[in-house]
């Protein structure tokens, strides 16, 4: 083999073990992906009685479907849920105020721009309703199949309750 060609494929497989391991470093942060909370985020003092959903068959010919949850503090202090993500644009959530009144939707981060923060005290002792919307034409006729998706609330200290949906989605 010619020096210069044996000089060139050293450093292409060198190229390719620093795109490697770049790739790999990337992926040991802490950064949120898809609206989900990082790893080292703690459970929320606020309680949901049922976070599971599955809708089982829905047809896209249908429409959305939607469920409602129910979040509670239990303590004796107030708690100001910061945050509401989904993990899919397909989903959107909603806040149902003790009054009636809703907040929302909140989806997921990037797409349509930033999610307005919910910034909805909870006080000692009540509940709010979770109202979550799943559009199962979101995807078009390649979101067909099992879907599972996830919505985070995020207190204002940085806990995490998390709410499940799935479905099998037809045409």
Known sequence: MKPKTLTISALFVLLIIGLLAWGNAAK?????VQ???????????????LAFH????????N?????EFTVTNPTSEDITVKTVLTSCMCTNAFIVGADGSVKGPFGMPGHGG????????IAAGESRIIRVVYDPNAHGPAGVGRVDRFI?????SGRTLEYEIKANVTP
């Open 28 to 32: 040991g942060g802490t950064a949120s």
């Open 35 to 49: 609206g989900t909370p990082p790893a080292s985020a703690s459970a929320s003092a606020l309680v949901a009685p």
């Open 54 to 61: 599955d809708f089982g068959t829905i047809s896209m010919k």
């Open 63 to 67: 429409g959305n479907v939607s469920k």
């Open 114 to 121: 930033a999610v307005a923060p919910a910034n909805e005290t």
């Open 152 to 156: 985070t609330l995020t207190d204002d």
